[in-house]
């Protein structure tokens, strides 16, 4: 009698537990709505170019010079979307770029995303850099045109194969008696959108 | 990455605290209870527990959220809620899982000494704490456009797992009327070990307004974790057989059960003090002891530090700028097979007890032949903490003991813990001649929504006692 008694306690035990034991009020479709939406932000490229640098032959004063192309030019290892998951999931790169001038010259800077092997992926940019006012004055600060850059999603997926940068900074005849230099920054801002 | 979501929440929705078995605590009418004291004032003469069925203990869980935070049909988008919900947490939360079978467990009375108990016996222990890496979580969930200056620590990543057996043999003596001293020596095991408790540096993008570029983003790191069973595992050549390939692990797995892994030694100690006739004092400290990995080993490391500006062009070396050879270069990633020792998570458990309502009718159908009428109800105050890699952990309860026959035992339990203030958990123990059955849970008042647990625990399991 005493052992049914304390079975039935214990079958009651275990149906109260099983019984009360749900899961309610949730709703785990929601999951189909969740998103990750990281924004990473990331160092570019960078540059100083002061006039002096590029006096190289010591040239008399208030005498105009050309600074050789090929040393305002590079290419750098630059894996922009890198794999199938940046492309998929990427939703834009921003690329921001500021210019500080002190150099009374105005000037471009060009950059263009290559392929390993080096050919051109999608357009040439350019942003545009205004004269500086002259060595000791605050530096003329210029920024890309539009500000930021935009790299949607379409263009993203042209530029998926790229693995290199291609930077040329074109400057006029410079001037000996010139003083200034300028100071390129930026920034890649990075917007995913993964899906869980 | 959806499935790894999903696992996350689901230990996260069905945590439980650490190892703290507070309705087995002290309950002596279950020999279980000399593994959490081996002072425990134990009265049977002789104990057997049915091989793999004595005892089975589960216990996850996860501290700083449930289920239900997440996944609440109230309306909200999910996104918002799962940034509340990281937002809520922090880098002392923890995610933790502790599994025990009992392989076998046996004791008896000294034919010598009445006053002695023997214990032995073997169990299999499953027990990963994982602390939540709150700082790249948020890295990961929200970037770092928001947290600019702000640094990454890597001391939030802490981790560790141990797969082992355990084989122990206890001995438990009445020193006189009032002290019960109780003391397990221990032999461990280990199958599969990981740990990475010791992390240091951070990762910080700093806005550099004068700079070379706009931000500076730096990596100083001193990282490392220790693993032992996995290299082995990981060179198995099945020849493209998985059947074959489970059989070698197997294989392997069952060796090292029985003293062919890395071992270690331990001790647990306890004792059982009664203050006056009906208030009992007792304390225990459980698996104080240390494992040797010097098989099997194989550990990774991460040191130095490393500036990243962007890329510098024209560059004027002439060499071109590798950022990768650059960052590898700083902070080399290395592979160790050095041994390593760690101590087990040390458990402490105390209460002090006060019983009252003492059987003594003659009929004794609360109390066992031979024995001393037993009290039929008790209550008191237990207190628990266990040792992780962040600090340890604690729990304290309030307990009721009630005997309503020689048939049938109960426990039950209100426990606070970190994070949780309305745990209540109930053992019943049925005892039908010599057999025993006993099942016990806590969280109970979680159980009308499983979605709202942050911790569960659960044990049950099969003895003979004499």
Redesign the interface.
Known sequence: M??K???L??LF??IV?LA?????????G??D????????????????FDSQDFNLDNLPPNTDFDVPPE????????DLVGTDFAVDNLERVEL?I?VRNTLERAFTLQFQFLTEGGAPLGQLYSVPVAAGLGEGTNPVISFSMPNPIVLDNTTLTQLSTAQK?A?E?IVPTLNTDLRGAFHI???A??Y?N?N? | MRILFCLCLGILGSSLYAQNKETLYDFTDLPQSLLLNPGAEVKFKAHAGVPFLSQIHVNAGFSGASIYDVFVDDGRDINDKIETTLNGLGSRDYVTLTQQLDILNFGWRSKWSQDTYFSGGMYQELDVVAYFPKDFAVLVYQGNQDFLNVPFRFSNISFTGELLTVFHFGYNKKIDKKLTFGARAKIYSSIVNFRSTKNSGTFTTIETPQGNNIYQHIVQADVSMQTAGFASLRDIDDGGDRAEGARQVKNKFLSRAFLGGNLGVGVDVGFSYKLEEQWTLTGSATDLGVIFYTKDVESYEAKGSYTFEGFQTPITDGNGQDVLDEFETAIPRDTLSTGYTAMRPLKLNGSIKYSFNKYDDGTCNSCVDGEDPPYLDAFGLQVFSQFRPKGPQFAASLFYYKRFSNFLRTKVTYTVEDFSYDNIGLLVSTHFNKINFYISANNLLKYSNLAKVKGLSLQLGFNVIM
Do not use: H, W
Not at chain 1, 20 to 28: A, E, G, R, T
Not at chain 1, 33 to 44: G, Y
Not at chain 1, 71 to 78: A, C, K
């Open positions: 005493k052992m008694k304390t079975y306690v214990l035990f275990g537990l009360l034991s749900c899961v309610k009020d949730v709703d785990f929601q999951l709505n969740a998103v990750l939406t990281p924004v990473l932000e990331a160092d570019f490229i960078y540059s100083e040393s305002l030019r590079d290419t750098v290892n630059y921001t500021e940068i930077t900074i920054r930026s920034k801002s990075y995913i993964y869980l």
